[in-house]
């Protein structure tokens, strides 16, 4: 499975941005796919998963009820569409893939992810 991220760019406080993941390769493997993101200095932390046939979502705290994650089966491609973006959320967001079942909490853990993208830098002004 290869991950190719994209959609990143500088948007001001408040703004939206929706950034893009698109799969190839064995995506048939695929059970989970989710979004994570690293700020400057500081490790990688969980944003959004999506799993299932029923395309079951989670989301971090912090962004809940902002964040919108989803999948377009026809592109093999998930999004992440943020927002009301605030300045700390500025960092290289990052998507992964999982091929092995689990749940909820199970897929905010990136050691069960198998597969990642490139990452795309998201900077948010103030």
């Known amino acids: 499975v290869q991950l190719q991220a994209s959609g990143g760019g500088l948007v001001q406080a408040g703004g939206s941005l929706r950034v893009s993941c698109v799969a190839s390769?064995?995506?048939?493997?695929?059970?989970?796919m989710g979004w994570f993101r690293q700020a400057p200095g500081k490790g990688r932390d969980f944003v959004a998963h999506?799993?299932?046939?029923?395309?079951?979502?989670y989301y971090a705290n912090s962004v809940k009820g902002r964040f919108t994650i989803s999948i377009d089966n026809a592109k093999n491609t998930m999004y992440l569409q943020m927002n009301s973006l605030k300045p700390e959320e500025t960092a290289v967001y990052y998507c992964?893939?999982?091929?092995?079942?689990?749940?909820?909490?199970?897929?905010?853990?990136?050691?069960?992810?198998?597969?990642w993208g490139q990452g795309t830098l998201v900077t948010v002004s103030s």
């Open positions: 992964a893939a999982a091929t092995v079942y689990g749940w909820g909490l199970v897929y905010a853990r990136e050691y069960i992810y198998d597969y």
């Open positions: 390769g064995s995506i048939f493997s695929i059970k989970a």
């Open positions: 999506i799993s299932g046939t029923a395309r079951t979502t």
